[in-house]
């Protein structure tokens, strides 16, 4: 399978609302609670035009064989002596288990360390997401800590492991396979 990131324009929108929509309860149990219109054409053009106005985040959407099958994005990217940002990324259900996720992190791990010069990555994952946790530790990450709390997922505050990668980490891991 072919796998390919590119930055996130409008055009993708209305096949982003799709690919939402058909995946709202696969990707439930690692979200925030959604309002419906999230799920819409509408609402995707809100946020995605949102997230293009803003500085502090560069969004990405993950190909698979041409077909879009998620986003993979750098968030709260901090500039000067941090140079530092924090990893999220999904991928529909019919892409999980497929290496899709892994061969995304590794391109947008590429990109953050040789295009945008950035020092540090980090990411979060749920106590139970064995499968997200998979992905950054076959991408060069390593386990730092545990954040009690740290985020609101299905409606409550979740626990979170916590990962980073330098990109002297990064230059010095073996190359990661699919």
Do not use: C
């Not at 995707?44 to 990405?60: C, E, Y």
Request: charged residues 20%.
């Amino acid at each position: 399978m072919s796998v390919a990131i590119r930055p996130l324009t409008l055009d993708d929108v209305p096949e982003l609302a799709r690919v939402l929509a058909a995946n709202r309860e696969y990707l439930a149990p690692w979200d925030p609670i959604r309002d419906d219109s999230f799920y819409t054409e509408d609402g995707q053009r809100r946020i995605v035009a949102d997230v293009l106005r803003g500085s502090s985040s560069l969004p990405h959407v993950i190909l698979a064989d041409g077909e879009l099958a998620g986003r993979v994005n750098l968030n709260n990217l901090v500039r000067g002596p941090f140079q530092s940002s924090s990893l999220g990324y999904w991928v529909s259900s019919s892409h999980a288990g497929k290496g899709v996720a892994s061969q995304a992190v590794a391109q947008v791990l590429r990109l953050a360390f040789t295009g945008y010069d950035l020092h540090r990555v980090e990411a979060g994952t749920l106590l139970h997401n064995e499968r997200s946790q998979r992905v950054l530790l076959k991408n060069g990450f390593e386990r730092f800590g545990m954040a009690p709390r740290y985020l609101k997922i299905a409606g409550e505050w979740q626990d979170h492991y916590l990962f980073q990668i330098t990109v002297e980490n990064w230059l010095e891991r073996p190359a990661p396979s699919a």
